[in-house]
């Protein structure tokens, strides 16, 4: 039972409780009061005193009062035979007006019993009706409490399973980007390696390349007799992709005009150098556009 139902219902009760109570006095003293007190009538006979002024007067009075005495005694009697009959007549009177009134009084008790229990009847069932409401109220709320607990359980469970989703996919992304990445440094490996491996064929074919220049330069190189160990002289021959020396110029004299003209006339006297023709390209302009070329008396340095 809701608060609400148990406030309303102590109170009914007490009130139910008070008017048993009065019920029950007004019958318990229409049954049980004193009868009213006995109303005795008493009639006062007068009797007046005649002086006779004869004696034969008095014997003829004698006799009159003798038949007076009597006749008294029977009024007395009469008298008192027709109040018995009365008070008869009233203790009848007074049975039957009690009997009457413990006849309403019943009568007017049950009534008002009936309209009590009529009365209680009505509030237990307004008791009723509002405890129905407040239960029925009581169920939508619940109801209500649960349908939003589903809703936000839902809620929860979609926002979890959002966010179970979105963590597969950035794990999914992140292997990706793994896999990408890993793709690339393979893949910058691989290219790496093929550099290093075609620089090692480029500084190989260079270095080929380089030792058929050396090689045409110290077949024309005449090495001047004032030449001395110690001296050098270092030029910078410019060329074409034909492999046609087009430039020689002195970049680090050897403090001797005969030996830095010896260096540079032998130079000039290989004049083209028709291997470099297949060269690729790149590698052409990386290493064969300008070469620097070291002369030394003991030996020739590219």
């Keep these: 039972m809701s608060d ?4 309303n219902f102590l109170p009914t009760l007490a009130s139910l409780a008070l008017h048993a109570g009065l019920i ?6 229409e049954n049980h009061r004193e009868p009213p ?7 006062i006979i007068e009797a007046k005193l005649v002086s006779l002024k004869t004696k034969v007067k008095d014997a003829a009075t004698e006799d009159t009062r003798k038949v007076n005495k009597v006749e008294v005694s029977q009024a007395v009697e ?8 009365q008070e008869e007549e009233r203790k009848a009177s007074a049975e039957k007006l009690q009997e009457e009134t413990e006849k309403q009084a019943k009568v007017t008790a049950e009534k008002q019993a009936k309209e009590l229990e009529k009365q209680a009847q009505e509030e237990l069932s307004l008791l009723r009706k509002e405890q129905e409401k407040v239960e029925k109220k009581q169920a939508e709320e619940k109801a209500k409490s649960e349908a939003k607990a589903q809703e936000e359980k839902a809620k929860a469970e979609e926002i979890a399973k959002k966010q179970e989703e979105k963590r597969k996919s950035d794990e999914k992304e992140k292997r990706e980007k793994l896999a ?17 491996v075609k620089a090692e064929q480029s ?3 260079a270095n080929s390349y380089l030792a058929v220049l050396k090689e045409r330069v110290e077949r024309k190189w005449n090495r001047p007799p004032s030449a001395r160990n110690g001296m050098s002289c270092e030029l910078r021959i410019k060329l074409v992709p034909t492999g046609r020396i087009v430039d020689v110029d002195v970049v680090n004299s050897s403090g001797s005009d005969e030996f830095d003209r010896s260096a540079e006339q032998a130079v000039r006297a290989v004049e083209k150098i028709d291997e470099l023709k297949g060269m690729d390209p790149d590698m052409f302009e990386r290493d064969f556009r300008e070469v620097n070329i070291l002369f030394r008396p003991e030996d020739l340095r590219l």
Aim: charged share 40%; aromatic share 6%.
């Design 203 to 205: 500084d190989e074919a």
């Design 37 to 43: 007190p006995k109303t005795v009538e008493v009639q």
């Design 4 to 7: 609400s139902v148990r406030k």
């Design 24 to 29: 029950g006095g007004l019958y318990y003293w």
């Design 180 to 196: 990408e990445r890993k793709r690339q440094e393979l893949s910058q490996a691989k290219v790496a390696q093929e550099r290093r």
């Design 78 to 85: 009469k008298e008192q035979d027709v109040k018995a009959h």
